[in-house]
């Protein structure tokens, strides 16, 4: 982990979502605090291939059938746009940029810790089902990141 010296203030926090609703509350979280902080706020979310379609029903989308057909770039893309907009609405501040890539969530989230002062994220976004199957994504990130990590309830 990074260690940031006293009276630094925060300049750019990473918040990853999956269009959860613990996600969204990350997401406010982090919004509020940026607006204090005068902080810059990256918004990541990813996906891995092969994409486990599961999921969407497992964190609650109401998806038509067709979409589970779409590239899984898309779904994601999907995810991202309903947390922002949630938080945000339209249009989005102008210190807010939104990043999608390929990869498992914990490692992109890890590895890109290293370019922020400060990681949020939703303590839950799967089913339990899925989170014993695929392991949890906060508990990587708390372990690995290299800068702080808050984890929003």
Known sequence: MTERKAGNSIRKILVGVDGSDK?????????????KEG?????????????????????????DMSEFNARPAEIAQY??????????????????????EEGYPGLVLVERSAEVDLLVLGNRGHSP????????????CVAYARCPVVIIK
């Open 23 to 35: 996600s969204i509350a990350a997401l406010t979280w982090a919004s509020e605090l940026a607006a």
């Open 39 to 63: 902080a810059h706020v990256d918004v990541l979310t990813s996906w891995q291939t092969p994409f486990p379609t599961v999921e969407l029903i497992a964190i609650g989308f109401n998806l």
């Open 79 to 100: 995810r991202l746009e309903k947390t922002v907009h949630a938080v945000y609405g339209e249009p989005h501040p102008k210190n807010v940029d939104f990043i999608i």
């Open 129 to 140: 089902i899925i989170e014993n199957l695929l392991g949890s994504v906060s508990t990587h």
